[in-house]
């Protein structure tokens, strides 16, 4: 008697291939990632010629931090404020649900992840309180896969694969627990002896798979997206590390002068029992002060020219240059300086790349955070928002103009009457965050209120008052 497999209790075959599937690809990917977070947290294997160094400075590991202060200078001006519905109605209901999980803090830690691997995700769920906001959680490529449909451009399966012990299944802590996420249904399984076990499903029924891709310099034949740590960025830093460990093995050989002695005797390099003296007492001690010969002659000492590190030094400038044109930087964020320091103007010129890159990742970023809303909504209502309610996201100036200059603009724009003087945009192009808009629009509704009271004490006073009588007879 055959007796039938319980869905609930094991993967199906199609859920089975599709799990052996994503987690090939997962695995596969992980060794180009991790190549990519060593050069970010400078801990890159760094391949030397072998000739110039000894055996004995082998160990000698040299960094130099460009990749992360590249990726770093660009994720510093991703700044995520807010979500709001583009018609103007209340948005109450948009920072309920970013607030409930921490979006604009988790947000930079995602935007990071995707400059450095070149990809983040984004998954939505079900919260474990029947009542409470959806759960938004961005995940790393280290953890999740998906497979990709370019024409929808959409996911149509997606896989997480991390230690069981996150969730709370009673499983020993180094089994490995995956999470497979379907159009319908998202599936926990654990391996136990070579059978995948299901652990839960959750029967969301969305009709799309929850999971969202938060790509970085995609192509159109390339969705998967590509890691602002280039092969040229890589290459470049490997050369400055290599010009950086010349000069610590030449601090080691060249760092004391070194000298020659010319007719010397013997006694020269003994101590008082005419013992040999190591190199090192001969070279602080008595080769300071030799004594002549038997024919009466003073030993000839000389030095030979002494080690001058500033080849290497202009070698690593202009190594700083070429990176900063990589990075899209001014080259003084890489530490290389000129004698004349540059002009406010020059200055915002040289960030005018790294301000257009910035400006990129927040259109194609921005589109994400929106999807990613719209579908924690749809979890939340049960039913998707409607398609002509547009969500909008807010994000901080790229750029770095200065406070005054943005006041003026604000001002002569609310004086020229092409944008009113109570409009939240004239805050916004200010340069107000959207806590202090906020904040404004609160006090201009307490001086507005004050204002009508104000007016309607007035109105009322002016109703109690007796009219006087023009004849002064009282009305007689």
Known sequence: MTIPTLPLLELSDDEQRLVTFLRTDL???RTRLGLFDAY?????????????????????????????IGVEALEQRLDLEAFRWADGSDNSDLTAIAEANDWFDEASLGHLDALVYGREYVAGGSSDDQDGPPLVTFESPLDMTLLWDARLRMANAALREC??????????????????????????????NGVWKVLDRDEHGLGMVPVLRMANRQRTADRVGHSEITPEVMSITDAACRRLMGIEVAAEFFG???????????????????????????????????????????????AFTAHDPSGQTKIIDLYARIMATQLGLPPHMLGYTSDNPASAD?????????????ERRIRRFGATHRDA???????????????????????????????AAQTDAAVKLAQAGIIPPDS??????????EDQRQRVAAARRRAQGSALMDRLLQT?????????????????
Request: aromatic content about 6%; cysteine-free.
């Open 163 to 192: 230690q069981a012990d996150r969730y709370d299944y009673g499983l020993d802590p180094e089994e490995r627990l995956v999470t497979l996420y379907l159009p319908n249904q998202t599936v926990y399984a654990v391996e136990v």
């Open 346 to 358: 020059a200055i915002r010129s040289s960030e005018a790349m790294l301000v257009k890159k910035a």
């Open 460 to 476: 009322s006073g002016t109703a109690e008052e007796e009219p006087e009588d023009p004849d002064g007879d009282d009305g007689l």
């Open 373 to 403: 809303m719209r579908l924690a909504l749809w979890i939340q209502n049960g039913e998707p928002p409607e398609k002509s309610r547009r969500i909008e996201t807010v994000w901080r100036n790229p750029a770095t103009p200065t406070l």
């Open 27 to 29: 695995l596969a990917a």
């Open 40 to 68: 970010f947290n400078g801990e890159q294997i760094i391949r030397d010629l072998g000739i110039s160094i000894p055996p004995q400075l082998k160990g000698l590991h040299t960094v130099i931090g460009w990749p992360r």
């Open 256 to 302: 004391a002068p070194q000298r020659y002695i010319l007719g010397a005797s013997e006694s020269a390099f003994q101590d008082a029992e005419g013992n040999a003296k190591s190199a090192w007492e001969t070279y602080i001690g008595r080769v300071l002060a030799l004594e002549r010969d038997e024919d009466g002659n003073v030993p000839t000492v000389g």
């Open 424 to 433: 939240d945009v004239l805050l916004e192009m200010a340069g107000l965050t």
